[in-house]
């Protein structure tokens, strides 16, 4: 006979939190959201945190290698999708690691044989001002000479004039030398007036370049998520079928963290696929979609540093309507917190979750951390915003943003649903969609995480552990939903905009 659950699986918006005691030293600039990406022993730290428990979700929609580093520089952490071939995933990752804060790997290179015709087309093509004249071209060849804006006149000299003629060359140049601190380099650039300070090693090849203006960016991050090397730390998805050729790749271009991007992740594939990457690499994991403590245990034995919680909640995801199989977002975060919690209390072991999909409201996220999931994934909430690969369009009066899932028939993503046997899958999980365009990453995180750290000071909690400690949580009736919002009141139109 089947086996019932006799209560009802529930979502977000059916809790609420009851405010605990707020102590006066509980402000919002005292909450940290630092929060473990990764499994680590008690006792011990995380190879790997997040300042903020935001991450991107593994969309061709969401998370390209913008998205990563804007997210990184954030904070937080996009796991770039695997629905690609994997060369191209791959250089999305080499994007990403060569971003490094404040030390830009140079992307316009040319040698001094090119024309000032060269010089207008990377213009064009990269919209980068500053060009790096390096013997052969390329990012790390011997440096021969910078070309600004100022070097040239667009109006006047010849599309043909070489670039030797006109480039400011080496002896000319101030630079640093490979080792220098990004403060160093800094009080180069101000003590010279410089725009931009070329970095060179001993053979007076090119390193990187340091922009002003990337400095004062860096400043303005101070919870930017970077390896020791001061790189973006990156992810990215994998599926259970191509990973003896996609994870190669993949760590060689630098990846930080893997997941197995699957919208059932209960399954041997999962635990063959994080055998594998474990036997071979010294990388780390995630798997999922688990929904219930079974799924989350067989996975964490399997060897997987996180577990991503959630089937058919996600906002594009038609798998409960076509499928029938699924669970409560809330419900199912709250059963694999609780089952996290015991393994920890009797191996040592603390295997953070992520609460993957559903998120509609900002307070949803301060739920799902509260019931012990350590970060979330987003899909929607990210694709609104500048930084998403997809195209901005205006549909009526207002600016939209694409997103489609990855079940859909756009992304083709059919690893990511398939349940073994032919490959190609005949029906859709996923829907084509738009959703409102909301303006910057940065600006939106900031206003979540204002509500988030003060919900959190309402809880009397000043990190995310001693939220998931403290927090009191109440489901709310249907009726009482009702009284929740704006009632019995005639809204004036400005109220009306609003989200
Ligand atoms: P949301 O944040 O509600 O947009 O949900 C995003 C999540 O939805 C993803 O992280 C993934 O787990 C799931 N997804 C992605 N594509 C599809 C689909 O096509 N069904 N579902």
């Known amino acids: 006979m089947a086996t019932y659950y006799n209560e009802p699986s529930r979502t977000f918006s059916e809790y609420l939190l009851i405010p605990n005691l707020t102590t006066k030293d509980c402000t919002p600039a005292n909450v940290s959201l630092k929060t473990p990406l990764v499994k680590y022993k008690k006792g011990e730290k995380p190879a790997y945190s997040l300042n903020i428990p935001f991450s991107s979700a593994v969309m061709q929609s969401v998370s390209d290698d913008k998205m990563a580093a804007a997210l990184a520089r954030c904070g937080g952490i996009s796991f770039i999708f695997g629905s690609q071939p994997i060369e191209e995933q791959a250089n999305m990752i080499r994007k990403v690691k060569s971003y490094k804060a404040g030390f830009v790997v140079s992307r316009s ?41 100022r070097d040239y006149r667009i109006s006047r000299d010849a599309r043909d004039k070489k670039i030797s003629t006109f480039m400011t060359p080496f002896d000319s140049l101030v630079y640093g030398k490979t080792g220098i601190t990004l403060s160093e380099a800094n009080d180069l650039i101000w003590e010279h007036k410089l725009n ?59 990846v930080d963290v893997l997941v197995i991007d699957s919208s059932d992740g209960y399954t041997e594939w999962q635990r063959e696929t994080i055998e ?13 979609n688990v929904v219930d403590r079974e799924g989350f245990l067989y996975l964490v034995e399997a060897g997987a540093d996180f577990v991503k919680v959630g089937i058919g909640g996600g906002s594009i995801c038609i798998t409960r309507e076509q499928k029938g199989i699924g669970r409560g977002q809330a419900s199912a975060v709250i059963e694999v917190a609780a089952a996290r919690e015991q393994y920890f209390n009797e191996t040592g072991i603390y295997v953070p979750i992520c609460s993957d999909g559903g998120i509609v409201h900002d307070y949803h996220i301060t739920l799902a951390l509260s019931m012990g999931a350590d970060f979330v994934m987003m899909g929607r909430y990210f694709a ?86 403290n927090a009191r949580i109440t489901l709310v009736s249907a009726t009482s939903l009702v009284e929740g919002g704006a009632h019995d009141v005639i809204l004036k139109e400005s109220s009306l905009s609003g989200e």
């Open 276 to 288: 594998y990457v474990k036997a071979n690499f010294d990388v780390k994991i995630g798997a999922g």
């Open 196 to 254: 931009v300070l070329p970095i060179v090693n001993e053979d007076q090849c090119l390193d990187y370049l340091v922009f002003r203006k990337d400095y004062d960016a860096h400043k303005e991050y101070p919870l930017e998520l970077l390896d020791a090397n001061k790189s973006y730390i990156v992810g990215a998805g994998i599926n259970s079928k191509d990973y003896k050729e996609r994870v190669p790749a993949l760590v060689e271009a630098g």
């Open 109 to 149: 290179n040319l040698t001094p044989d090119h024309t000032l015709q060269d010089i207008l087309n990377l213009k064009e093509k990269y919209a980068h001002s500053t060009f790096a004249i390096t013997h052969d071209g390329t990012a790390n060849g011997k440096l021969l000479g910078i070309v600004a804006s």
């Open 384 to 469: 609104r915003f500048d930084e998403s690969p997809t195209r901005k369009l205006k549909v009526g009066n207002n600016f939209v943003k694409e997103f489609w899932g990855e079940g859909s028939n756009r992304a083709r993503n059919w690893e990511r649903y398939d349940t073994g046997g032919k490959s190609g899958l005949l029906f859709e999980e996923g829907v084509d969609s738009y959703v409102p365009y909301a303006g910057s990453l940065q600006e939106n995180l900031d206003k979540t995480i204002s509500k988030i750290k003060s919900t959190m000071c309402n809880c009397g909690s000043k990190s995310i552990e001693e939220m998931q400690r």
